[in-house]
Each structure stands twice: as C-alpha cells, then as structure tokens.
C-alpha cells in the first residue's frame, strides 16, 4: 500500500509537472504571435510613413526622425532595414529642405 501511494504521487507530481510546462507553452506560444502580428504592424507603419508625404516642417515638429532612428537596431532585419532607408531619406530632405 505504501508503495501504491508513493507510485500514485509520483504519478500525481508528474501529472502537475506536464500540465504546468503545457501551460507554459500556450503562454509562449501566444507571446510569439503576438511579437509576430507586433512586428507587421510595425513594418506596415514603417512603410505608411514611407509613403507620406512629409516637410522638414512636419519632421522637426512631430521628431519621428528620433524615434524612426532607434528603431534601426530592431532585432527583426526587415525593420532594421525599413527605418534606415526612412532616416537616410529624411535626412536628405532636410538637407535639401524639399518634401519627401
């Protein structure tokens, strides 16, 4: 009988063990898709922005330039890639003092 215990809280440990590692990975799941849909999202700004019109007026005043520029060492390639091509060419705007 003493055995049959110990063998059914072993069982019993393990069974909790399973269940806590499953929930675990549901939690990690849902955190690689939501980091997944964050990051299109993120692209699809990068390239509304890309596509506005803008004036060195509107750059200077909003300082999207700051934010945009730390994005450039997002740790997804493509965004990394997309806010860089969006500074250099705002940076030739201003120097140019034309619209983008």
């Known amino acids: 009988q003493r055995l049959h ?24 799941r849902r955190a690689a898709a939501r980091a997944k849909a964050s990051r299109t999202a993120l692209a699809e700004r990068l390239d509304e922005l890309a596509s506005r019109p803008l004036t060195v007026t509107v ?15 997002h740790a997804t390639p493509a965004i990394a890639a997309k806010s860089e091509r969006l500074v250099r060419g705002w940076k030739t705007l201003v120097e140019g003092g034309k619209t983008w």
């Open 59 to 73: 750059l200077e005043k909003t300082l999207i330039g700051v934010t945009v520029n730390a994005l450039r060492k």
């Open 5 to 28: 215990r110990t063998l059914q809280d072993a069982i019993s440990e393990e069974e909790g063990a399973a269940a806590e590692l499953e929930r675990a990975e549901a939690v990690l």
